[in-house]
């Protein structure tokens, strides 16, 4: 599968801009994440830049085209005059054939996971990435940048866009991916067996973010096999995180001693 990306904007077209964001920095950051995601599934990647370029929109259909791609992928962040407008969509030649059925996987899957609301699938047939590409092709819309909250998710969490349209091309393709290939970014997302392990490591603030741990099956096991073997190396607790323990301990010391007082003076 040869899946052509296309970061929105570059160079000389900085593409929306708002709080001191412009576009073609947010689509060229989740495109990187994409690109390496796509790639970590076993397909084939071309881009239409990995910098801060220009390349005209006949141009980026008409490479897309010469490398044979089989799906087309445009990122952008919207903008509206309006601050309250909000939430995803996605551009396509239509609804119903290939390019409306990978639109729509990939908007729900946006949706669902960035918790954006959903704007559907907007009909575009005046846009050269769309109209002027052999294959089915696609125009996202991640959020709006105007939008002081959707453009502090597309400034904080790339990477999470990223995944999203990933999932919803998976799904486009019918493609599930082999347990050995998932990524767990949350605690909540690592199996029950394994889960008082890592909660260890998260407690002594072993990861940078909490909210992406982006760790695969394979070290999930091996963090679990170290820690029962009593060979998993843990750092100290923070200060914060011993100040937080001792109160736990004071706390669990009190309630004991006031169980202990009440049952004496029960048996009085």
């Not at 005209?56 to 962040?77: E, I, K, P, Q, T």
């Not at 009190?254 to 009440?262: G, I, L, Q, V």
Request: proline residues 2%.
């Amino acid at each position: 599968m040869k899946i052509w990306i296309d970061a929105g904007h570059g160079g000389t077209d900085s593409g929306a801009y708002a709080g001191g964001v412009a576009e073609k920095e947010v689509t060229l950051s989740i495109c990187l994440y994409l690109e390496a995601r796509l790639e970590q599934a076993g397909m084939t990647v071309e881009m239409t830049r990995r910098t801060d370029v220009y390349e005209s929109v006949m141009a980026r259909a008409a490479m897309a085209n010469d490398w044979n791609g089989d799906l087309f992928v445009s990122v952008h962040a919207n903008a509206a005059q309006s601050t309250a407008a909000t939430g995803t969509e996605v551009l396509s030649y239509d609804l119903d054939g290939a390019s409306g059925r990978l639109a729509a996987d990939i908007v729900q899957a946006i949706a669902s996971q960035l918790g954006l609301k959903n704007r559907g699938v907007k009909v575009r047939r005046d846009l050269a990435v769309i109209n002027a590409t052999n294959m089915p092709a696609v125009l996202v819309e991640t959020a709006f940048l105007t939008n002081a909250s959707d453009r502090a998710l597309l400034t904080g969490q790339p990477k999470a866009f990223a995944d999203a349209i990933a999932a919803g091309i998976f799904q486009y393709l019918g493609w599930e991916e082999p347990e050995m290939e998932k990524r767990y970014q949350t605690l909540a997302q690592i199996p029950t067996w394994a889960q008082l392990t890592i909660e260890k490591l998260l407690a002594r603030d072993v990861f940078a973010d909490d909210n992406q741990l982006d760790l695969s099956l394979d070290m999930v096991r091996m963090f679990v096999l170290l820690d029962r073997y009593g060979v998993l190396q843990v750092p100290p607790l923070s200060a914060t995180a011993q100040a937080k323990a001792a109160m736990e301990e004071a706390q669990a010391a009190y309630e004991k001693a006031k169980a202990a007082w009440e049952l004496l003076q029960e048996a009085k």
